[in-house]
């Protein structure tokens, strides 16, 4: 069996799109049983303007409140350098910046141009090498975005070398809206491996139409091994209208396992935070 590894997202890009602002311990409890169930990396919360996103507000008190276990990497995803130092003061093991490969999503998801908002992340790259700490890239609107429709591979894989040469270790492509066909990923891909190994590439797909496993399939067999996913497929980015969540885990754990693929994670607690996730969910 081939190991593939799901890094779980849900408490953050599941959780920063729901209407009813879900109390930090509900958010504590979830990451206390994802913690449990074999992930090695759990993307938390992000420190992020309460203003944009008022359900990342409690970001400080979620990295205080979780119980952590050895081995795995808490990470939290940062916009600008006052966001990275709140995310160090809180502790967080790892840092996400994340940028757009359209001008239009860049400006609706981050109120700057690519270039600036590059510019504004740079600081952010210098200070995590310094202090040694994990940088991951995100890039979004991968295939398309809702203001400028077909996004050009050629853009996605500019960024993709961007962020690497600022230093992330790995670059997660996010399909923000989940509306992407496998061909358009799969030609989205070969442009990127031009510029990187499978290795350092992660795919990020939301299942707004019902297709991110078979997104997922075209990564594959393409050499990608790291998929993110949120537990109970919830979420959805606020500045990406009309989108869905991020595959569930428990649906692409499943699938993985019939293609072969060990994932490691303990299924019963999958399903357990998948309740849990479809609670909070449920209760908007
Ligand atoms: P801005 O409004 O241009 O920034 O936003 P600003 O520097 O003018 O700051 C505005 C206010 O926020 C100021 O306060 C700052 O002090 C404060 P005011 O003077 O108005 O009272 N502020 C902060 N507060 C707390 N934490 C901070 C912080 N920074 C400034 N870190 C900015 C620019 C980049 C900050 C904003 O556009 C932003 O945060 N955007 C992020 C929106 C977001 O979180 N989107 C969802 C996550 S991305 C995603 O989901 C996609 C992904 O999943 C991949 C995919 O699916 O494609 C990753
Ligand atoms: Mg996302």
Known sequence: MSQVEIFEVGPRDGLQNEKRLIPAAEKIALV????QAGFRRIEVTSFVPPKWVPQMADAAEVMAGITRRPGIR???????????????AAGADEVAIFASASEGFSRANL????????ERLAPVAQAARADGIALRGYVSVVT?????GKVAPASVARLAARLR??????????????QARPEAIDAMLAAVLDELPPESL??????????????????LARGLRVFDAAVGGLGGCPYAPGAAGNVATEKLA???????????????????AAAMARTMKGAE
């Open 165 to 178: 040469d600022m230093g992330c270790y790995e670059i997660s492509l996010g399909e923000t809206l989940g």
């Open 32 to 35: 206390d049983v994802l913690s």
């Open 202 to 219: 992660a795919g990020h797909y939301h299942d707004t139409a019902g297709r991110a496993l078979e997104n997922i399939d075209a990564s």
């Open 111 to 118: 109120n700057a141009s690519i270039a600036e908002s590059l």
């Open 144 to 148: 398309d975005c809702p203001f400028e």
């Open 254 to 272: 499943a699938h993985l396992a019939l293609r072969g693929h060990a994932t490691g994670l303990d299924m019963a607690l999958i399903e357990q």
């Open 74 to 88: 808490y990470a939290v995803l940062t916009p600008n350098l006052r966001g990275y130092q709140a995310a160090r």
